[in-house]
């Protein structure tokens, strides 16, 4: 089975910046779509960004797009949230996402075409 984990999350200011990491193991294909969403006190987890397989495109929430930027390391199984121009409103507990079986018709924003999900990293971010 395929194991995520998270990191890179911790407490900033706002404005601030983070990149979260999010490390597959125990599957050496890559292609398969990447997902981060958040969760935060009193709310359903949320779709924050996305990057398929094929060609690389990605996918925004409109509350980070401009914001944060998705990226993958092929060679290295992870995939990367950089976060700028942080806000208060940001901070959860963000979740990777991997749908080991991506077609290219599938939605990206839904959370249940995702097969495995990391612990997650918490963010919080001050104002």
């Known amino acids: 089975q395929v194991q995520l984990v998270e990191s890179g999350g911790g407490l900033v200011q706002a404005g601030g910046s983070l990149r979260l990491s999010c490390v597959a193991s125990?599957?050496?294909?890559?292609?398969?779509?990447m997902g981060w969403f958040r969760q935060s006190a009193g709310k359903e987890r949320e779709f924050v960004a996305a990057i398929r397989w094929t060609e690389g495109s990605t996918y925004y929430a409109d509350s980070v797009k401009g914001r944060f930027i998705i990226s993958r390391e092929n060679a290295k199984n992870t995939v990367y949230l950089q976060m700028n121009s942080l806000k208060p409103e940001d901070t959860a507990v963000y979740y990777c996402?991997?749908?080991?079986?991506?077609?290219?018709?599938?939605?990206?924003?839904?959370?249940?075409?995702?097969?495995?999900w990391g612990q997650g990293t918490q963010v919080t971010v001050s104002s």
């Open positions: 996402a991997a749908d080991l079986n991506p077609r290219s018709f599938t939605t990206v924003q839904a959370a249940g075409n995702y097969d495995t």
């Open positions: 125990g599957r050496t294909a890559s292609r398969y779509n």
